[in-house]
T-cell receptor
């Protein structure tokens, strides 16, 4: 049963600390998305990779956020330093190509206190 | 540029009644359109999608949606609501090389 795997599922951290969220896309998928979901803003696209190359990260605060794909089986989203306003659920999704549906992971619920 | 508008952040229907969730999009090129469902504490799951061809698309759990180019709409319907349909529903658009953009979501409540 292929699925997108995100770790950790929950993270509570103190303001100022570094947070790293990981995503294992479905094997064979070549596109990876990172979304942030909050009550106020809904689903916001943070970054989008195709064939491991970042195509669009315009939705991501550059001063503290960074997204990478060290290899085809791992995508990471880092926040350094974290702030309370970063508290949200972060979703990773993967797909085959630019114009097919995305398959979502279960999300990482981040709480910054 | 593309965008998605979902009319009504909350919709309530009685069990057995028609479900209608509205979605309008804007796009300068032919879009691909999607409906996703999110249950509490879960990720998003694809309900159905329109790419090309038949404009009436059937999805899982008895849902369907019709692509109407003249109205730039892709409304989601289900003839008879079930308690298990209570969830949040997201419409999304994808065009050309652009990313997958989501609407703000509609929370569906089913009243027994």
């Amino acid at each position: 049963d292929a699925r997108v795997t995100q770790t950790p599922r929950h993270k509570v951290t103190e303001m100022g600390q570094e947070v790293t969220m990981r995503c294992q896309p479905i094997l064979g998928h070549n596109t990876v998305f990172w979304y942030r979901q909050t009550m106020m803003q809904g689903l916001e696209l943070l970054a989008y990779f195709r064939n491991r190359a970042p195509l669009d990260d315009s939705g991501m605060p550059k001063d503290r956020f960074s997204a990478e794909m060290p290899d085809a089986t791992l995508a990471t989203l880092k926040i350094q330093p974290s702030e309370p306003r970063d508290s949200a659920v972060y979703f990773c999704a993967s797909g085959w190509d630019q114009r097919t549906e995305a398959f979502f992971g279960q999300g990482t619920r981040l709480t910054v206190v | 540029a593309q965008s998605v508008t979902q009319l009504g952040s909350h919709v309530s229907v009685s069990e057995g009644a028609l479900v209608l969730l509205r979605c309008n999009y804007s796009s300068s090129v032919p879009p691909y359109l999607f409906w996703y469902v999110q249950y509490p504490n879960q990720g998003l799951q694809l309900l159905l999608k329109y790419t090309t061809g038949a404009t009436l698309v059937k999805g899982i759990n008895g849902f369907e949606a019709e692509f109407k180019k003249s109205e730039t709409s892709f409304h989601l319907t289900k003839p008879s609501a079930h308690m298990s349909d209570a969830a949040e529903y997201f419409c999304a658009v994808q065009t050309g090389a652009n990313n997958l953009f989501f609407g703000t979501g509609t929370r569906l409540t089913v009243i027994p």
